[in-house]
């Protein structure tokens, strides 16, 4: 079974502090992801990589930036915390392959005060 | 055109009964359509998937009905269990840079009552 482990289930953060949210998954998946989920806008990509060393915007990069220096490792990086942040974080890998679902962490709930 | 449009956004179903989620999508270039269920306090799970050249696809109590020329597919579960309360996103698939980027629908939230 695919195993995507985000490091933190909750975290509670400050306004203009530095956060990393850390994803792991174990199955050797080429490409990872990072969504934000709010209510009633389902989940929406922050950024993805398909590569080591190799990312792309999603949807809604601002504020964000991301690091894959390793295959198996993926972090989501809030520069300067906002309280507009404050959201469920989901970590996803897939295989380069068609028809390969992508699979979820069991999510970063984040609140920045 | 990226966008994918699910309703209901809530549904609220009698045990036994059958539950029915709806989606609709603008690109064709979309080629892999899964349903994914979300228990509270846990990441979305892959329920059932389904390719644009097949009509139904059956997996137990879940079946996605696909409809190519309306460029609509739906979830139904029948003979909804307690259990089956969720919240279910569709998505559809694309590739693009080097990966397939899902554009995931906005959410159903299931109550099944015992």
């Known amino acids: 079974d695919v195993k995507v482990t985000q490091s933190s289930r909750y975290l509670v953060k400050r306004t203009g502090e530095k956060v990393f949210l850390e994803c792991v998954q174990d199955?050797?998946?080429?490409?990872m992801f990072w969504y934000r989920q709010d209510p009633g806008l389902g989940l929406r990509l922050i950024y993805f990589s398909y590569d080591v060393k190799m990312k792309e915007k999603g949807d809604i990069p601002e504020g964000y930036s991301v690091s894959r220096e390793k295959k198996e490792r993926f972090s989501l990086i809030l520069e300067s915390a906002s309280t507009n942040q404050t959201s469920m974080y989901l970590c996803a890998s897939i295989s380069y392959r068609a028809d390969q679902p992508q699979h979820f962490g069991d999510g970063t709930r984040l609140s920045i005060l | 055109q990226q966008q994918v449009k699910q309703s209901p956004q809530s549904l609220i179903v009698q045990k036994g009964g059958i539950s029915i989620i709806n989606c609709a999508y603008e690109?064709?270039?979309?080629?892999?359509f899964p349903w994914y269920q979300q228990f509270p306090g846990k990441g979305p799970a892959l329920l059932i998937a389904?390719?644009?050249?097949?009509s139904e696809k059956k997996e137990g109590r879940f079946t996605i009905s696909f409809n190519k020329s309306a460029k609509q597919f739906s979830l139904h579960i029948m003979d909804s269990q307690p259990g089956d309360s969720a919240t279910y996103f569709c998505a559809a698939s694309i590739r693009s840079s080097g990966t397939y980027k899902y554009i995931f629908g906005t959410g159903t939230r299931l109550k099944v009552l015992a």
């Open positions: 690109n064709t270039a979309f080629d892999y």
């Open positions: 199955m050797d998946h080429e490409n």
């Open positions: 389904i390719r644009p050249d097949v």
